[in-house]
């Protein structure tokens, strides 16, 4: 199993946030958690990309126990988070934001093939690399953000609300891009408010809800499930499922 998360408990200050969470990334999947706002899922994102601690618990990656690495050596196991809301240095050019995500030694070494394909994969951040980040639309600013992850070479990439704000022929686009990502062995954990477009794409999925895990499966499984249907996928008693 490449991530194992079990039993974790995250709290700020003294408000619990998350508790008693268990879940897994195995290599090669994509997993996806969903649940209403508010439910703890980008907290338990920022713990296992390291910017939050867990309070209690385990959280290990291929092995390696994630509780006991300095936050900013957590990316050196293989993680990179693209965060909620993008995060860009807003007047650094494309390439200067694509830059920070190599910053490690290891990663610096292959900078070149790696910018390469972070080009292949959004064509049009090759146009536009000397312009400044923050005067990009919506989705190539996500771009950006999911191209920086990339060039720390990650095994397992945290992707948390890539869809939010973006028109819809642009989400075609990034899940698009999700899968192809995949499809070159990254694994990827997913955050996602769309919830049919994550249980589409996803392997497995989880949901979250007021910081507990309520239930988990094959993302075909819990898609069928009329309580899912119903509470997040907008169906109600009576509608046909959805296929």
Excluded at 37 to 49: D, E, M, Q, R, Y
Excluded at 140 to 145: G, R
Excluded at 236 to 242: A, E, I, K, Q, Y
Aim: hydrophobic share 45%; aromatic share 4%; charged share 25%.
């Amino acid at each position: 199993m490449l991530l194992e998360a079990r039993n974790l408990a995250i709290a700020y200050g003294d408000a619990p946030a998350v508790w008693d969470a268990t879940l897994d990334v195995d290599a090669g999947e994509i997993v996806a958690v969903i649940g209403p706002n508010g439910a703890g899922k980008s907290t338990l994102v920022n713990t296992i990309a390291g910017l939050q601690r867990a309070r209690s618990g385990e959280l290990r990656l291929a092995g390696v126990d994630l509780g006991r690495v300095p936050a900013h050596l957590v990316c050196r196991h293989g993680i990179a988070l693209v965060p909620e809301g993008r995060r860009l240095f807003t007047r650094m050019s494309v390439e200067e934001n694509l830059d920070i995500g190599c910053y490690r030694s290891e990663a610096r070494r292959t900078r070149t093939a790696t910018l390469e394909r972070v080009y292949r994969l959004f064509p049009i951040l090759r146009e536009r690399r000397e312009q400044a980040a923050g005067s990009l639309s919506g989705g190539q600013q996500q771009m950006v953000a999911i191209g920086r992850a990339l060039m720390a070479r990650p095994r397992l990439l945290l992707l948390d609300e890539p869809s939010l704000g973006l028109a819809p022929a642009v989400v075609d686009a990034m899940f698009a891009v999700i899968r192809a990502i995949h499809a070159e062995g990254v694994a990827i954990l997913l955050v996602e408010q769309n919830v049919a477009r994550a249980l589409d794409l996803a392997d497995r999925a989880y949901v979250l809800e007021e910081g507990r895990v309520v239930a988990g499966g094959p993302a075909a499984a819990l898609r069928a499930e009329p309580r899912i249907q119903q509470a997040y996928l907008g169906l109600r008693d009576g509608d046909p499922p959805t296929p």
